[in-house]
Structure formats: C-alpha cells, structure tokens
C-alpha cells in the first residue's frame, strides 16, 4: 500500500457540503486523488471546481448512500476513472433531533437508513476490493454521541452512531491485518447538519452549537489518519469544541 496520502484515491461520501466537502479540499490539497459522491450534484460540481481551480484532482459521483446498488455502481465507476480505491470515507449523515415521546418514525428511519445502513453499504462496495488488492483503509464518521448517549432528543442519532462505533471495532477484528479501519468521533462542528432539525428541539440544538469549531478540524484529524506509515492504524479519533462539556 502506498504510504501518505499524495496519490491515494480517496471516495468520500456526503462530499457535497461540511465535513465530506472539506476533507475533499483538505486531501486534494495534499495531493490525494478525491472522489465525492452524494444527491446534490451541483454542490459536488462546485466543490471539484474549486479543488480543480487550485490544482488539485476530484471528481463528482451523484449517489443516494440509501441504494446499496448506487452505492456499488459509484465504487465501480471509481476504480473504472482512477483505477483504484485506497480510503473510503462514510461520511454521509443526517442529524434530526426530536424527543422520543414525539414519535417520528420518518425521521428515524432516515437515520438509520443513511447513517447506519449507508455505512455498510459503503463498506459492502469497497471491502471486497481491499481484501482482494490487500489493503485499503475505511473511515467512518461516527460522533462523540456514537460513545455517550445524547438524550433527551438525539437518542436515535446515538443510536447509529454507537452502530457505526461498534460495526467500525467489530471490522478492525476481523479484517484489521490488511486493512485500516477508523472511527472519527466529533463533537459539535459547524455545517449544515444543524439545520437538520425542524421540530421542538431546533433552538436547543443551535444553542449547542454556539461553541461550534470549523470543518476542518474534522479534515486535519482524518489527514493524520491517513497519512500514518501502512503499519499504524489510528483506531479512533475523538475531538471537540474545547469549552464542549458533553
Ligand atoms: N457537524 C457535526 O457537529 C458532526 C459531529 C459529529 C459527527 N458528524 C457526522 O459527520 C458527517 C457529516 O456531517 P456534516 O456535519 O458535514 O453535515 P452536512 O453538512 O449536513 O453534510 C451531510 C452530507 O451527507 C450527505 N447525505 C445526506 N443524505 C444522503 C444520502 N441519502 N445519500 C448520499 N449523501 C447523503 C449530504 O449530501 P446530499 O444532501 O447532497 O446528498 C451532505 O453532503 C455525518 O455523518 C454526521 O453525523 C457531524
């Protein structure tokens, strides 16, 4: 496996905005090749323009991390443009909070299909590719709420997120002689998963995210893990806002 992360193809899902789209800009910067892969195509477009105004190599994949055979076909298409793929990160997710009492069944399937079930079918398109050319390295955006419970309200969300956390340890057992696994747990960073919440909790969430710390700390701390030496596999990363107490 190459070391580094100049010339890695780097599949980044949820590379349309907040952490996927500047950990796009962050690697491409350092020299990795990036692949970004979500709905919203003209935000994809945008964010490989400004990547390619600056020199860098990217390309856009329009995908629904919810159809396991999007997410297979964009794995494809990937290895077909740049001839393989080295990291994958899931990093698509969605944040709706809502106490339980208020039952939303909408919204907790939307989590559970995009941030839970859109994981493994990430892991499903790339992990047959890295056992067979021997290495590759899945990062998976999990959340300081996939190791602490984030109630009353983000219940369902930690609920994915300790899946994520849990599948991302069960994974490094099994396939961690080959391939690096890892779990990025951030607190409250800015994006726009905030606005995820529409309903009685949409004021308490802005309010934790006052303290909020820039996308880009998120891209510097999976830069670190990627550029380790093949032999060192970073386990799990966790960081937040300094002043976050939860
Ligand atoms: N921001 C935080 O405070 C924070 C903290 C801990 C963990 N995280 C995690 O970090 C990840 C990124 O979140 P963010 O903060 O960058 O939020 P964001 O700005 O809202 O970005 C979410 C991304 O997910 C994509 N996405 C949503 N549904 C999708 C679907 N069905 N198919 C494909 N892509 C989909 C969106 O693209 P399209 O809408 O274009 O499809 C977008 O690119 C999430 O997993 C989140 O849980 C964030």
Do not use: C
Request: glycine share 10%; hydrophobic share 50%.
């Amino acid at each position: 496996m190459s070391q580094g992360i100049e010339g890695k193809v780097v599949l980044i899902t949820g590379g349309s905005t907040g952490l996927g789209a500047e950990t796009a800009r962050v690697l491409a910067a350092r020299g990795a090749k990036v692949a970004i892969a979500a709905r919203r195509k003209q935000k994809l477009d945008d964010v490989v323009a400004a990547i390619e105004a600056k020199g860098g190599s990217a390309r856009a994949y329009a995908m629904d991390v919810t159809d396991k055979h999007q997410v297979e076909a964009v794995a494809a298409a990937v290895v077909a443009d740049f001839g393989r793929i080295d990291v994958l990160i899931n990093n698509a997710g969605l944040m709706p909070i809502r106490p339980m009492a208020e039952v939303n069944t909408d919204e907790w399937d939307a989590m559970i299909d995009v941030n839970l079930k859109g994981t493994l079918y990430g892991i499903a398109a790339v992990l047959p590719r890295f056992i067979a050319q021997d290495s590759g390295h899945i990062i998976n955006l999990s959340s300081v709420a996939g190791i602490k419970v984030f109630a009353p309200g983000g219940t369902v969300y930690s609920g994915t997120k300790f899946a994520v956390s849990a599948i991302t340890e069960g994974l490094r057992q099994e396939v961690g002689e080959k391939i690096r696994v890892t779990a990025i747990e951030p607190g409250a960073v800015d994006s726009d998963l905030k606005l995820g919440t529409s309903g009685t909790a949409a004021e308490t969430v802005l309010g934790f995210y006052k303290d909020a710390i820039p996308a880009d700390s998120v891209a510097r701390a999976i830069a670190f893990a990627i550029e380790q030496p093949a032999d060192v596999d970073i386990n799990a990363i966790v960081l937040r806002p300094t002043r976050q107490v939860f």
